[in-house]
């Protein structure tokens, strides 16, 4: 079975400050990992894939297969990073298994 | 730029009633999922299809929910009857092709169902 989990449901920090949203997830196999954005009134939408290392918005996320973690990072946090934020595995024959989400607020 | 479309984008019903929610996912995209989403949760995915064929159905509630992508393309989910519980966001995705080296879902708005 594959389960994703995200610690906290809800984070606050300061602009500027540094963000970390963790993920630690369980599954068998060698696993896909993916970080999914919602915005206030958007679509749910990718944000980035373990598979690509790239850095986008300047959000990275690295793969820790010792401790089975997908943590998000950014360095500097900006205002218009505040949504919500989902952790997804995904296995073979793409079935998707997602995390409850952690709501990022970036306060002034 | 090409969206996944979905329809409506809410009802509300009365339990023991039979819903319907339509998608039409991108033009070309072979795989189709169907997500529900309860309130505080994430995404719980309830049938993907490939093409017309249903690739995982393990946990779409079979006894009164029922899923088809006849022609390969858009999709409906149906529920019958409906229930209190089943109160939640029905969220669409559509993705290329579901393979290993390339997943990445587009999602449509999702309906937000409300049964009474």
Redo the contacts between chains.
């Keep these: 079975a594959q389960r994703?989990t995200q610690p906290e449901?809800l984070l606050s920090v300061f602009k500027g400050a540094p963000v970390e949203l963790k993920c630690n997830y369980s599954y068998s196999g060698s696993p896909?990992l993916?970080w999914y954005v919602q915005y206030s009134r958007q679509?749910?939408?990718?944000l980035l894939?373990h598979?690509s290392r790239e850095s986008i918005k300047g959000f990275t996320a690295d793969l820790n297969k010792g401790e089975t973690s997908f943590h998000l990072k950014k360095p500097f946090a900006q205002e218009e990073d505040s949504a919500m934020y989902?952790c997804?595995l995904?296995a073979?024959?793409?079935?998707?298994?997602?995390?409850?989400?952690t709501t990022l607020t970036v306060k002034p | 730029e090409a969206e996944v479309a979905q329809s409506p984008r809410y009802k509300i019903t009365e339990k023991s009633q039979a819903v319907a929610f339509w998608c039409d996912p991108i033009s070309g995209h072979a795989t189709l999922y169907w997500y529900r989403q309860i309130l505080g949760q994430g995404p719980e995915l309830l049938v993907q299809f490939q093409d017309e064929s249903v690739v995982d159905d393990s946990q779409l509630p079979k006894d009164r929910f029922s899923a088809e992508r006849l022609k390969g393309v858009d999709s409906t989910l149906k529920i019958q009857p409906a229930e209190l519980g089943d109160s939640a966001m029905y969220l669409c995705a559509s993705s290329l092709v579901a393979t290993r080296s390339y997943n990445e879902q587009f999602f449509g708005p999702g309906t937000r169902l409300t049964v009474l």
């Design positions: 994703v449901k896909e993916f679509r749910l939408q990718l894939r598979i989902y997804a995904s073979n024959a793409g079935k998707s298994t997602f995390g409850d989400g």
